[in-house]
């Protein structure tokens, strides 16, 4: 059980595995307002960004899980390197399904609804762990405009156009579920960059360093393509944000 290898190159240098900054992660924090002792469950938890922060600049305490040898290894290091591996714990396995043994105050899954099957599966899933009055985080896609074509909405990787929704029908959706928005941080174009423009230069070191690996071909393919098709269709129509939502 492993996330295959492709994702782990292409993101090799990155902490924030989602199209977010640093500097957004600290807005997020803050917006939550999060007390010291803030118990939080970190579904799809990557490198662990965001418990390890927030456990250094707001004294939360959690758990993190994600199916990436690599990434949870990664993970570990930084909770030592900021100091904080008492107070967060990181573990290797499938998020999907993952129910805390306690009640948290915060359930997050950022950027990886696919654990519940969709939006609506991850809202449920991380229902069962939130205790009453507690936050939910979901991070998710959504179209910053109508999507004109089957080829774009693919280029875009979704399979169509109704894979997501536009931000007004997103945060309706969460309403139709049961939930409040009660905050959201956005993706903007700078940070989309960032995210998309880093996997680039990944791809070409480990490409250079490793020209007859099996997965060469691939990481080839990616380089050459990747670049143009996010300037001509993920800019301008692909946009991402995280949720707070509260149970009604």
């Known amino acids: 059980m492993d996330l295959p290898r492709i994702y782990t190159i292409r993101e ?29 469950l970190d579904l799809a938890s990557g490198s662990g960004e965001m418990l390890c ?31 904080v591996a008492d107070q967060v714990a990181f573990v290797h396995g499938d998020a999907s399904g993952y129910v805390a043994d306690e009640p ?11 654990i519940g099957g969709g939006v ?49 029908e997103l945060i309706e959706r969460f309403g139709d579920l049961g939930y409040d928005v009660v905050e959201m941080v956005l993706a903007d174009q700078d940070s989309w960059d960032r995210y998309q423009a880093a996997q680039w230069l990944n791809l070409r070191r480990w490409l250079d360093g490793h020209p007859d690996d099996e997965l060469a071909a691939e990481v080839r393919t990616e380089l050459t ?16 944000g995280v949720f707070a939502l509260m149970g009604r």
């Open 225 to 240: 393509t990747g670049p143009a098709r996010y300037a001509r269709y993920q800019r301008d129509h692909l946009g991402w």
């Open 12 to 40: 090799s240098s990155h902490r924030l595995h989602n199209p977010f900054t640093p500097d957004k992660l600290v807005i997020l924090g803050e917006a939550l307002q999060l007390a010291p002792g803030t118990r939080v």
């Open 53 to 83: 922060t927030w456990a250094r600049d707001h004294g939360v305490t959690g758990t993190g899980v994600d199916i990436s040898t690599v990434f949870t290894e990664k993970a570990r290091a930084r909770a030592a390197e900021l100091g």
């Open 120 to 168: 609506a599966g991850t809202v449920e899933q991380l229902g069962d762990s939130l205790r009453p009055g507690g936050l939910m985080l979901i991070g998710e896609p959504y179209w910053r405009q109508e999507v004109p074509d089957q080829e774009t909405a693919e280029a875009c990787l979704a399979g169509g156009k109704d894979d997501f929704l536009l931000l007004p």
């Open 104 to 114: 948290v105050d915060v359930a997050a899954c950022v950027g990886a609804t696919w």
